[in-house]
């Protein structure tokens, strides 16, 4: 790690005296579900580290699939026997330096966790992935896709639900070859996730297609509408940003006449539906939600090829994906009031919760094997 590295997990560690009972969670319950001190079972904890205040990309919609499956963990006898899990929840913002405070907030403060589920998305679970190996944690995203974390030198302990986003680039390029673009506009932010695919997708430009490119970059800290994009010429643009930073870009593109059917947006395919109108876009960007579907309606996401029908499949915890998906609309719909699964989504649907419920339930078999003695950890 260089020095600037080394600094910010100072800083981090000294901020880390505040407690999980400090850290602010908004309507979202710190701990879940609440401990039940007469039932005889010891708790365990892990650690959920998802991105929610003042995000730049919200995961804070898997929570209730990491509810369902703790819901499901904790009634099934056979699954930890004599034990409970339980989930400890802090913030990462989707910030890395964020992500560093709340790593050592969780692991500074009691309970102890025995587990990692996070952290948010790709730019805060770099950090934590590269932390939890030093104090033996294993860690599991169920919603980062940056190439980097494939690099299992550097994160040990690390597992993930998603393949890289890498791929997303012979989409694109598929895309600009099929209708013989010649000139592309790609514009990058300043996340590896981002910067990776758009280097995979300039190589695939030059090596196999001659196809000229023109690059923007713009860190994420800045403001890409403070960038000189549309008087280039350029018709066709490929966006790899984070969908708040699209909307940015789109309310600009509407404001400077940058319209379809004469200009094309290429987006990722991971945006949630209806991505251009969340948050109330006319009071962020002096846009309205229909000004910027004007837009974002005819821009085009490159889909990896989908697997058969698995709706009605069994899975574990001997459910179907049907019937994961009605209880977790339920749970984002509903007001939990009466079971204490009090949740404020506003109708929030998050495309990748059943991959953290599969993550949790992963790590709930794992210290079931432990517990019954099936296997042996060195």
């Known amino acids: ?3 600037v590295c080394w600094l910010q997990l100072f800083l981090a560690f000294a901020a880390s005296s505040v ?4 850290e602010s ?3 979202y319950h710190q701990i879940y579900p609440p401990v039940n001190d007469t039932d005889g079972r010891t708790p365990l904890y892990i650690a959920v580290v998802l991105s929610f205040g003042g995000s730049s990309y919200k995961s804070v919609g898997a929570l209730p699939g ?7 963990i904790n009634s099934e006898p056979s699954i ?3 034990y409970s899990l339980h989930y400890t929840l802090t913030d990462s913002q989707c910030d890395r330096s964020t992500a560093i405070r709340s790593y050592f907030t969780q692991i500074t403060n009691p309970p102890t966790k025995v587990g990692w589920v996070g952290s948010g998305c790709s730019p805060a679970t770099e950090p934590t992935a590269e932390l939890t190996q030093y104090h033996n944690i294993a860690q599991v995203s169920c919603v980062s896709s940056s190439p980097d974390l494939h690099n299992r030198q ?3 302990y690390y597992f993930q639900l998603l393949s890289t986003d890498a791929p997303i680039a012979y989409g694109f390029y598929s895309i600009i070859q099929y209708f013989g673009w010649k000139r592309v506009g790609i514009i990058t932010q300043g996340e590896n996730l981002f910067i990776a695919t758009s280097d995979v997708l300039k190589r695939l430009l030059t090596e196999n297609g001659n196809i000229e490119y023109t690059e923007w970059y713009f860190r994420s800290e800045e403001s890409v509408s403070n960038i000189s994009i549309f008087d280039s010429g350029v018709r066709i643009y490929v966006v790899e940003m984070y969908s708040i930073n699209a909307r940015e870009l789109f309310c600009k593109a509407y404001r400077s006449g940058i319209l379809p059917p004469k200009y094309l947006f290429l987006t990722p395919n991971w945006y949630v539906e209806g991505w251009w109108a969340e948050g109330h876009t006319s009071v962020d960007y002096n846009c309205t939600a229909d000004e910027l579907a004007a837009v974002a309606l005819y821009n085009v996401a490159p889909f990896l090829a989908e697997f058969p029908e698995i709706d009605d499949a069994v899975a574990e915890p001997n459910i179907t994906l049907r019937e994961f998906r009605s209880l977790y609309y339920k749970a984002v719909q509903s007001d939990y009031n009466e079971n204490n699964r009090l949740m404020e989504y506003s109708d929030y649907i998050f495309p990748y919760a059943y991959h953290c419920h599969e ?3 992963t790590f709930a078999y794992a210290l079931n094997k432990t517990v019954t003695g099936t296997i042996i950890i060195q």
């Open 154 to 156: 550097r994160f040990r």
């Open 80 to 82: 930890l026997p004599g």
């Open 19 to 22: 407690t999980l009972a400090q």
């Open 66 to 72: 990491i509810q369902i499956a703790l819901d499901y």
């Open 25 to 27: 969670q908004g309507p």
């Open 1 to 3: 790690m260089d020095l």
């Open 359 to 361: 993550a949790t339930l």
